[in-house]
């Protein structure tokens, strides 16, 4: 009896084992039958317009499915094509694009970048296509419009896989001021410039302002030692005058020592918040008005920015030359993913984008009239309603097409024009580090990078017993190996470019 | 063979509520826990895109054998992180089970039901706060400028510690830390234990004189044994998966620690998120079930060598 119970529960368990598999396998045969029927009603009447799919990075909005359906109207007369636009927020980004990516779900067009959904590597994995061709058939207008600099230095080994927003093209990093403390103990910014010169205006703050941290730095900070870093915060870099192209670990060159035993020095004084190693960031202190200096990535006008973000003066005076790096010609692309349907299409909207003010507009701000009102030639007002619709601008496309804001300056896209201009492009642009042959190491290199470098850099602990400890354990993960395999890399790429 | 089919649908019809019953979750195990297990493939794979979709891509991807593991035993963390998993887990599992049946024993002595419901309830809480939450509870205690225990070494002419740079104190910390967060919820499945225990036994043992402390050792804590088990049991096939919350997020990342925080999940997660290789990853999740398996196969052969009723199966 109890014999024959456990066969019927096998039995109705294969059942159910049977069901489920069957209800898999037929939706898997929807999946394919769509792409043919589609393909089909592309090549029999070409009435029938496209949709496409567009992901792109930002906080949803609530009147996006509004906005889109404007933009579909102009776009089906423009291009015969109309787009869902999809947004995924800023922290999620990464990790859902990486899903949809790895899962094959219907993607034409998605965002990208060297800090949110990795463009180098996941172009190396084969997540995007290859626009070179598409450029030159469906994208004349991207060539003409945008600073060739961005499309040379986003190849990757000598391809183009996304069209890189026109915007600003070197990283230019400033030191900032809380104004009302310059002002109130009258101190001057002229004379800064290294990490060095700020002491004495730190240690006025210090002895005078109890409740302000002097050099609000959080556990992202890394000082400017003039390298350009093959992977972002590792140790594998190369010097920006180099001459003979040579990477080198960084930890241990002199100006690493002398730099890091300067910051161990400030946070002995107090000038650095204790616990700056674990801090995410200092927004609280910034929003509070409670800090002195700090250190930030700079484009024209950007001043005005934060003032009015944080609703008081902040000043700034360079930390370093304006530097073109691949992670600044790759701070925004919009890339046609591999499994996109209609290539052509994509690019073609991808080109009005970065073309056509109209719907460049449309897309950034939202409909007028109803977010935003134009008072000039190329000059809106946001209406109250644009809380319901604000799109991060650079993450769009071209953005020197987009309108000026009320108190902007006439000159503002000329500005742009030059700050790009003066960049200075860094020895290694347009190498990019395949670490596919050690990412064993890297994996294990990653954990000691960890363990080491915001302590390190924030000045938390004694450069002179904790650099040689840091060597220690990165060699021991592998890191010779891993400089090894970027030399070899990096001469092979010297030979052929330079 | 008719015979045989005619006895199973027969079968079948008698059990039908049951069976009905079962169905959802089994349905729910197939899809989410069975089925999935094909995809283990990918660790011994470079996984790589291609246009054709999921399935097509872990079939051209290339044959990497045991590649993807290296990583996890290539360095000197490897001793670390499986130190500290396997003894914070047992330290978990041994404190967790004093704390949780200790705990239940006391709630179900509290003649006052209103008072037992309301420290239960208490106690339950910290079970639904996520560990960001209480990382940031525990930020407040041990802040170095503004926490609560450093006013506390002030008041008392002491200095002040830099909590998050220290190592020494943490491996008590996350024990304390974990237990306020679970033994709550624990020691409800061993409160509804002890509530299920015939209370005439209880009423005999008064008769004979037996002391309250000699009731529960003689009477609470045996007819207990089955389901401390069971939850021993099933926390020991866990023994290889650490809390990523609790190690990550209350020592708030902080690299001076990672000698007593480092786990398993967490040196995977710091490993990968840069180069998101999603073989290594599978080969990562691949190595901790397997890991668990034997080490429950193992424990439950264990119980029933001393105790055949007890055993898992």
């Known amino acids: 009896m109890k014999q024959r119970q456990r066969f019927a529960l096998l ?96 993607v034409d067009i998605m965002f990208t970048a060297s800090w949110a959904f990795d463009y180098v590597q996941n172009a190396r994995k084969g997540a995007f296509m290859p626009l070179n061709d598409l450029l030159q058939t469906h994208g004349q ?87 350009d870093f093959l992977i972002d915060k590792m140790p594998m870099a190369v010097k920006l005058d180099t001459t003979d192209y040579k990477v080198v670990n960084v930890l241990e060159t002199p100006e690493m020592k002398q730099t890091l035993r300067t910051m161990h020095k400030y946070y002995k004084a107090g000038y650095i918040a204790t616990e ?85 507009n449309l897309v950034d701000s939202g409909i007028e009239g109803v977010h935003y009102e134009k008072i000039g030639e190329n000059r809106m007002r946001n209406l109250p309603e644009s809380k319901n619709y604000d799109m991060p601008t650079f993450s769009l496309g071209n953005i020197f097409l987009t309108y000026l804001n009320e108190d902007d300056p006439e000159n503002k896209w000329e500005e742009f024009k030059s700050f790009n201009a003066a960049g200075k492009p860094s020895p290694i642009l347009g190498f990019n580090f395949d670490p596919t042959n050690v990412a064993t190491e890297l994996a294990a290199l990653q954990n000691v990078k960890e363990e080491f470098w915001s302590v390190l850099m924030t000045g938390t602990v004694d450069p002179d017993v904790y650099i040689p400890k840091a060597i220690e354990k990165f060699k021991a993960a592998g890191l010779d190996k891993i400089i090894e395999e970027a030399q070899k890399q990096l001469d092979a790429w010297v030979a052929e470019n330079k | ?174 024990v304390i830390v974990y237990l306020w967060k679970t033994v709550g919820y624990n020691s409800v499945i061993y409160l509804a234990g002890i509530l299920g225990i015939d209370r005439s036994l209880y009423e005999a043992a008064m008769i004979d004189g037996a002391t309250k402390w000699q009731q529960i050792r003689n009477i609470t804590i045996p007819s207990l044994k089955p389901l401390m088990i069971i939850m021993t049991l099933l926390a020991v096939g866990k023994i290889f998966y650490a809390d990523f919350g609790l190690f990550y997020q209350v020592p708030r990342d902080s690299g001076t620690l990672y000698a007593v925080t480092n786990v398993i999940d967490t040196y995977v997660y710091r490993g990968l998120k840069v180069t998101g290789e999603i073989g290594m990853s599978a080969a990562a999740g691949l190595y901790q079930s397997v890991v668990g398996f034997v080490l429950v196969l193992l424990s439950n052969w264990i119980v029933r060598k001393i105790d055949q009723d007890s055993a898992l199966f």
């Not at chain 1, 002002?183 to 005078?208: A, C, G, Q, R």
């Not at chain 2, 200790?102 to 003649?111: D, F, G, M, Y």
Request: with cysteine.
């Open chain 1, 276 to 360: 700056a190693a674990t801090m995410d960031t200092m927004q609280d202190a910034l929003l509070a008005g409670t800090w002195f200096a700090d250190r930030a990535a700079s484009q024209p006008f950007a001043d005005n920015l934060w003032s009015a973000s944080y609703g008081y003066p902040v000043v700034s005076t360079p930390a370093y030359e304006p530097i073109i790096y691949n992670w600044s010609v790759m701070g925004s692309l919009q890339a046609i993913s591999a499994n996109s349907k209609h290539p052509e299409k994509a690019m073609e909207f991808l080109n009005l984008l970065n073309t056509d003010p109209y719907l460049r």
């Open chain 1, 11 to 106: 039995m109705s368990v294969l059942l159910v084992v049977a069901l489920v598999l069957g209800a898999c396998g037929s939706s898997k045969k929807d999946d394919t039958s769509s792409p043919t029927s589609n393909a089909g009603d592309a090549q029999t009447g070409k009435e029938k317009p496209v949709e496409l799919i567009w992901y792109t990075i930002g906080t949803p909005q609530k009147d996006l499915e509004m906005v889109n359906e404007e933009i579909n109207k102009y776009t089906l007369e423009k291009i015969n094509a109309t787009v869902k636009i999809n947004m995924i927020d800023w922290g999620d980004y990464t990790q859902k694009m990486g899903i949809i990516t790895a899962s094959g779900q219907p």
């Open chain 2, 1 to 174: 063979m008719t015979e045989r089919l005619a006895s199973f649908f027969k079968d079948l019809n008698k059990n039908k509520a049951l069976l009905l019953m079962a169905l959802p979750a089994t349905v729910w195990f197939i899809c989410f826990s069975y089925l999935p297990m094909a995809g283990l493939v990918i660790a011994f794979k470079e996984y790589r895109y291609t246009r054709e979709g999921f399935l097509a891509s872990i079939i051209k991807s290339k044959w990497v054998g045991f590649g993807n593991f290296k990583f996890l035993f290539s360095t000197s963390d490897a001793y670390i992180i499986t130190r500290n998993t396997l003894l914070y887990n047992a330290a978990f599992i041994v404190f967790g089970l004093i704390l949780s049946v200790a705990l239940a024993i006391v709630l179900s002595e509290l003649t006052s039901r209103r008072l037992a419901k309301w420290f239960q309830t208490g106690m339950f809480m910290p079970h639904f706060l996520s560990w960001v939450i209480v990382s940031y509870f525990v930020f407040s205690f041990l802040s170095f400028d503004k926490g609560v225990i450093n006013r506390v070494l002030e008041w008392f002419g002491r200095e002040p510690i830099q909590w998050y740079y220290d190592k020494t104190y943490w491996p008590v910390i996350l």
């Open chain 1, 141 to 227: 207008g991207i060539l003409k419009a945008l600073d060739p600099a961005f499309l040379e230095g986003s190849k990757v080994d000598g391809v183009n896989y996304g069209i890189p927003a026109n915007k600003e093209l070197p990283a230019l990093e400033v030191w900032r001021f809380n104004k009302q403390l310059l002002d109130k103990y009258n101190l001057s910014i002229d004379n800064v410039y290294t990490l060095e010169s700020l002491e004495p205006l730190l240690k006025v703050i210090k002895e005078n302002e109890p409740n302000v941290t002097p050099l609000a730095i959080a556990k992202d900070f890394q000082p400017l030692l003039g390298y």
